[in-house]
């Protein structure tokens, strides 16, 4: 599938087809979605993965980074990880990607870390 994906910036494409900044036009929230792109851009890059194509135990770690490496509080790093998560979430739903499985959902089932993101997004929704 990585062939597929090489060129193709599906996160723009998640952007724009759910319209996502027109919910919040904020300057604020705009920027939290360009910093959730470019976190896990640079993540998936240095783990020569595209950002589209992520396994369970990148969410994971993804989880314990950005608690670790960006020392953010567990409802922040709840957000980013959750954006992440509908982004996932929306290519399952749509037949032209290749996932048969959420990587972020079955990470919150298998790693402590992603399993507390997890419960904290369901707490506030």
Known sequence: HASRFESRDVW???????DILSDNPSDNHRRRIE????????????RNTHHAL?????AAEFAEH??????LCQILAARYWGELERFYRWMFNHTEFPH?????VMAAISNGTASELWHAIMDRS
Do not use: G, H
């Open 100 to 104: 048969r499985y959420n990587p972020f």
């Open 12 to 18: 723009s494409e998640y952007i724009m087809a759910v």
């Open 54 to 58: 992520c396994k369970p135990a990148d």
């Open 66 to 71: 950005l608690l670790e490496e960006y020392d």
């Open 35 to 46: 910093r959730t792109e470019r976190r896990w851009k640079s993540f998936m890059d240095q």
